[in-house]
């Protein structure tokens, strides 16, 4: 089990310097093992992106986010979209910022104007993570 972990002290200041022996994790109240994830901001992403769409109208927007979410595609077809995606992996000019609460808002609010009988979903692709410590 995967448990990322994102921990500030009363100054709402980010703490880096924890192990894993700083935290308890529990399943029905039995105590879990943990360790700790290093840092895997470097590392390369592969992804696999599985939805049921069917025979079902549906539209896709993207947004892409560094320390602000922007509105890089709209809601459109999966073609437009997936070239906007391909934009955003290939731009490579974002600030080191990680804003992932701000921009998963911002995409909370795209789906809230949306007609109403569409199922909802977001993929959420934080590929340069800005946690700290993920315990496992």
């Known amino acids: ?51 049921e769409v069917g025979g079902v109208q549906h539209k896709v927007a993207v947004v892409g986010y560094d320390s602000s979410p922007v ?18 992996i290939h731009d490579n000019n974002g600030d080191d910022g990680g804003a992932t609460l701000d921009s998963l808002a911002f995409s909370v609010d795209l789906l809230r104007k949306q007609p109403i009988q569409y199922r909802r979903a977001i993929l959420l692709i934080a590929a340069r993570s800005r946690q700290p410590c993920a315990a496992r």
Not at 71 to 88: E, G, P, R, W
């Open 1 to 51: 089990m995967l448990v990322p972990a994102l921990v500030r002290d009363k100054g709402n200041k980010l703490v880096f310097s924890l192990s894993a022996n700083d935290f308890a994790l529990t399943d029905d109240g039995i105590p879990q093992k943990l360790r700790l994830e290093q840092e895997t901001d470097g590392e390369p992403l592969a992804l696999v992106v599985d939805i």
């Open 71 to 88: 509105l890089v595609q709209d809601f459109t077809d999966s073609d437009t979209a997936a070239k906007a995606i391909q934009v955003v």
